[in-house]
């Protein structure tokens, strides 16, 4: 194992999570910890810090469903850093706004707007705020 790893392994165990190593040792060959970085091979293979190759059948929870550093990819996000690398919900977003009419023609009924967020959680949030303002009758204390 290279020095690296054994560093990181124990970096790991002293400020991270120890009990997450014994996962990932239940889940690599010959019941090592495994590679702890990865470097891209080709578009769906991943490199370990020992040189071993591996195919990606995760995904990385769908960011990589087209290949590593896919250079089409690449290519846009690189086009559209280069046009406006600063994003914010307070901004007026051309891109947004495209998205938005888009999704508003091809869902069904009268939806009409939408709501741009970067997770569930706070979907969660915006879709029951306005209800807390609503006319709900409110408990009363005992």
Not at 51 to 65: A, K, R, S
Not at 85 to 112: F, I, N, V, W
Request: hydrophobic share 35%; net charge neutral.
């Amino acid at each position: 194992m290279k020095a690296l790893n054994r560093e990181v392994i124990d970096y790991f165990k002293e400020h991270v999570n120890p009990g997450f190593l014994e996962y990932r040792k239940s889940v690599t060959a010959g019941g090592d910890y495994g590679a702890v970085e990865w470097q891209a091979g080709s578009l769906n293979t991943l490199v370990d810090t020992q040189g071993q190759e591996f195919i990606d059948c995760l995904g990385g929870f769908g960011i990589f469903n087209v290949g590593h550093r896919n250079p089409v990819v690449v290519s846009a996000v690189q086009n559209q850093l280069a046009k406006q690398p600063l994003h914010s919900q307070e901004l007026l977003d051309p891109l947004r706004a495209m998205l938005a009419k888009t999704l508003a023609a091809l869902t069904p009924g009268k939806l009409k707007y939408s709501f741009f967020c970067n997770s569930g959680t706070e979907s969660g949030d915006a879709a029951l705020t306005p209800v807390s303002y609503t006319e709900l009758p409110r408990p009363t204390a005992r």
